[in-house]
């Protein structure tokens, strides 16, 4: 790397732009994702254990020994046929296990191929994902997931290893150019559609085990009553962080002016003059974002809002930066 290149701020060496991204592109996050690890004084951002940004759901731990009830103890983990056998009351004491599986949920649907501002939105998932899956790879855990589009999946089960990394990141930038050239050679559902965020949801829950880290990263447009009980199943024993993407253009309408406008078959024209209008545009956003923001605190589940024309690593940082 040439001594000018040194001198670039990071999220400029990382960026991925534009409506595709290569693998290439994926591979270089892993810098992109030790950058974020340095800047929290050489912490992995998961704090403890793993990419825990949240407090630990589940077991994700082994059993150590029995030891007598004490007050203050969780009541769950009373073993009750020591304490029926005893006649006193005793509780397991579990090891926490140091590596724990990261599972990363992409959405690579035909909703996510839209962009005004530097990257589409797929192109900026996929970022995001390659950096969480980078993050739990250097941290030592395990690394899988689902990429996901209208019709197709690809399941990548945990393992820890870089082929595994390889394999997810690989799949992700498959279904990315998918997106563009109208192809489909991902393994297409037998029994079901992928379709919305809650089928990939239900398949995914079916790897997930308890103590795992689990990442969803979409525009969340399907998101719907199903979608919302898998993630309260999800969230009950896992870490669930959700992965807001989206884009200047559905927040706010162009500066004020007359736009033509097309959905490949009908023209029409665009008036953004109206203050009214524009208000109204920006309301329906917040609204949308507000009642997704509302129904994951319920769950307790922590969002992260990433805009195309933001970059990634950066806003990833930021947010972890106050998770720790």
């Not at 839209?114 to 969480?132: M, N």
């Not at 996901?148 to 945990?158: G, I, M, Q, T």
């Not at 037998?190 to 990263?217: F, H, N």
């Not at 524009?278 to 949308?288: A, E, I, K, M, S």
Request: net charge positive.
């Amino acid at each position: 790397m040439s001594k000018q290149a040194r001198t670039l701020p990071h999220q400029a060496l990382y960026q991925a732009t534009g409506a595709v991204i290569s693998l290439q592109d994926l591979l270089l996050q892993r810098y992109a994702a030790r950058t974020i690890e340095y800047a929290s004084h050489k912490r992995s951002v998961a704090g403890i254990s793993g990419l825990h940004l949240s407090k630990i759901r589940g077991r994700g731990i082994d059993f150590e020994e029995f030891r007598p009830y004490q007050a203050g103890d969780d009541i769950r983990t009373i073993d009750w046929r020591v304490t029926a056998r005893t006649g006193k009351p005793f509780t397991k004491v579990f090891r926490e296990e140091r590596e724990r599986p990261v599972l990363i949920a992409v959405d690579q649907s035909s909703s996510m191929f839209f962009g005004s501002h530097v990257a589409f939105k797929s192109v900026v998932a996929a970022q995001a994902a390659a950096i969480f899956c980078w993050l739990a790879i250097d941290n030592g855990d395990r690394v899988g997931g689902l990429v996901y589009s209208d019709d197709n999946f690809a399941l990548v089960r945990p393992k820890r290893s870089r082929r595994s990394a390889l394999h997810l990141l690989n799949q992700i930038q498959l279904a990315n150019a998918d997106l563009a050239t109208g192809r489909s050679p991902q393994t297409r559902a037998q029994d079901e559609e992928i379709g919305s965020l809650a089928t990939a949801l239900g398949r995914i829950r079916r790897i997930t085990k308890p103590g795992s880290t689990l990442y969803v990263i979409s525009d969340f447009s399907t998101i719907d009553e199903a979608g919302f009980q898998y993630l309260y199943q999800l969230s009950r024993h896992n870490n669930v962080v959700c992965c807001f993407i989206h884009d200047e253009l559905e927040e706010n309408l162009p500066v004020p002016g007359y736009y033509s406008i097309t959905d490949g078959r009908d023209k029409g024209t665009l008036n953004t003059f109206s203050k009214k209008a524009r208000d109204n545009y920006r309301g329906v956003f917040q609204q949308r974002l507000d009642a997704l923001r509302a129904e994951l605190t319920k769950l307790q589940i922590p969002l992260l809002t990433i805009r195309t024309d933001e970059p990634v690593v950066e806003r990833i940082h930021q947010w972890t930066s106050q998770m720790l």
